[in-house]
């Protein structure tokens, strides 16, 4: 499968941003996917991820309440909204596919990843 992450950009303390990752390949529809982040001299960190329906989801502690993961199978696509960004938000964003329909914390296959850079 082939991810294809974009909408990274320079936003402000307090904006918003959407993140969409777009699948080719295997099966989109039958995949669990993931959003995780690199920041700078950081190891990357868990996110958000969905399950292949969009009815079941996870985030992590420090996006709670801020961001949003959806997918829309017909356009395979999985989109972060991402709300209140904070300057410890900046990093690298990826996104990610399973093998797995339902298993939110395994991930196979990665995409390249787009920047999203907080000013405060």
């Known amino acids: 499968v082939q991810l294809q992450a974009s909408g990274g950009g320079l936003v402000q303390a307090g904006g918003s941003l959407r993140l969409t990752c777009t699948a080719s390949?295997?099966?989109?529809?039958?995949?669990?996917m993931g959003w995780f982040r690199q920041a700078p001299g950081k190891e990357r960190e868990f996110v958000a991820a969905?399950?292949?329906?969009?009815?079941?989801?996870t985030y992590s502690q420090s996006v709670k309440g801020r961001f949003t993961i959806s997918r829309d199978n017909a356009k395979n696509t999985v989109y972060l909204q991402m709300s209140s960004l904070k300057s410890e938000d900046t990093g690298v964003y990826y996104c990610?596919?399973?093998?797995?329909?339902?298993?939110?914390?395994?991930?196979?296959?990665w995409g390249q990843g787009t920047l999203v850079t907080v000013s405060s």
């Open positions: 990610a596919a399973s093998k797995s329909s339902y298993d939110l914390s395994q991930f196979d296959y």
């Open positions: 390949g295997r099966a989109f529809t039958s995949s669990a």
């Open positions: 969905i399950n292949w329906r969009g009815d079941v989801t």
